[in-house]
């Protein structure tokens, strides 16, 4: 089994910054993407931001040059910087990976639990 311990989130003022890590542990043979998508009250999941083994990124239009995505494959974990953020960055943020337990296998999708990220003065 595979989990996603997701860290950071909070409150933070209108044209702050915020960062969020989650680390990726268990039976891990190799991970391919990492990313983060968020969900806001009354709206659909987005993908917000994701990367490559191989560290190629891809943003929502939305967030591209506010929000950095980075990943340490020796920890297994990914990274979200965000920075001026605005009051519509508001949701819970989810990370997902997709993970190979084996070799033989095919890679399956795991998700965090959800960070709260709040913006608001």
């Known amino acids: 089994q595979v989990q996603l311990v997701e860290s950071g989130g909070g409150l933070v003022q209108p044209g702050g910054s915020q960062g969020l890590s989650c680390a990726a542990s268990?039976?891990?043979?190799?991970?391919?993407?990492m990313g983060w998508y968020r969900q806001a009250p009354g709206k659909q999941r987005e993908l917000v931001a994701s990367i490559t083994s191989n560290s190629i990124t891809h943003y929502v239009d939305s967030v591209k040059g506010r929000f950095t995505i980075s990943r340490d494959n020796a920890k297994n974990t990914v990274y979200l910087q965000m920075n001026s953020l605005k009051p519509e960055d508001t949701a819970v943020y989810y990370c997902?990976?997709?993970?190979?337990?084996?070799?033989?296998?095919?890679?399956?999708?795991?998700w965090g639990q959800g960070t709260q990220v709040t913006v608001s003065s």
């Open positions: 997902y990976a997709t993970v190979k337990s084996q070799r033989w296998q095919a890679f399956n999708d795991y």
């Open positions: 268990g039976r891990i043979y190799g991970i391919n993407v």
